[in-house]
């Protein structure tokens, strides 16, 4: 069984380390994840992120909606280290950039 693809990550909050994830899921969740965030403040927050994507993610990857919430976090952070989005405080909200 051949080993899946990967793509290496960052995290905004270490800077300068990057983590290897599953390319496939990183890619779907990425985009979907984009696809609902908005354009401009107060964004929304990472459980309506979840709810919003969900329907939209193949079952294949994510079977029953498995590990969703890992995978948005794990995005979003990756996607503010690179400035693509960004975050207000209280509740956290999340918005592109």
């Given at each position: 069984m051949a080993?899946?693809?990967t793509v290496r990550i960052e995290n905004v909050?270490?800077?300068g380390k990057t983590y290897p994830?599953?390319?496939a899921k990183f890619e779907a969740m990425k985009k979907a994840l984009?696809?609902?965030v908005p354009d401009m403040p107060p964004g929304i927050t990472p459980e309506e992120i979840?709810?919003?994507v969900k329907?939209?993610?193949p079952d294949d990857l994510f079977p029953g909606g498995s590990t969703v919430g890992w995978w948005v976090k794990s995005v979003q952070l990756d996607q503010e280290a690179k400035g693509v989005i960004a975050r207000s405080f209280k509740p956290v909200r999340l918005y592109k950039k």
């Open positions: 080993k899946p693809a909050l270490q800077p994830v599953d390319a984009l696809a609902v979840i709810a919003r329907p939209s993610l």
